[in-house]
């Protein structure tokens, strides 16, 4: 599976969100064109050094042939040098001073707690956890 680069996240989320909605391929197609559209689809198709690429990254990922990559982040407290961790297995989180590599994406912190937004710290190596 080829896994899809230089998308921003808000990209990314619509192109998901149009997918997950049940819109048809050539309805997401045709806001590529559509000027009138204020999406970034559009400007990401527009704008980009390579249009043929976005339509086929479009494809690959509709048809299932393709994936974005998976940024983790961590909740860490900079001020307090405090991280948010949690037991395997559980569901209650609370504030450590040990970071036990509770990773996850930014969707499932903010699920959990929309404060966690500011805290939110990019894991860099995230394709091993």
């Known amino acids: 599976m080829r896994v899809l680069k230089g998308w921003t996240e808000h ?3 619509e192109l998901e969100w149009q997918k997950e909605s049940g819109n048809e391929l050539d309805d997401v197609i045709d806001t590529l064109y559509n000027m009138h559209v204020d999406c970034y689809l559009y400007d990401k198709y527009q704008r980009d050094d390579d ?3 976005v339509l086929l990254d479009i494809v690959d990922y509709w048809r299932g042939d393709a994936k974005f990559p ?3 982040y961590i909740v860490h407290d900079k001020f307090t040098q405090m991280y948010v961790a949690n037991q395997t297995g559980e ?3 609370y504030w450590s001073k040990t970071n036990w590599g509770t990773a996850k994406s930014r969707k499932e912190w903010l699920d959990i ?3 966690y937004q500011p805290f939110l710290e990019e894991v860099v190596d995230s394709e091993n956890i």
């Open 51 to 53: 249009p043929q690429q």
């Open 91 to 93: 569901n209650t989180y």
């Open 11 to 13: 990209q990314q989320e």
């Open 70 to 72: 998976v940024t983790k």
């Open 113 to 115: 707690n929309k404060n």
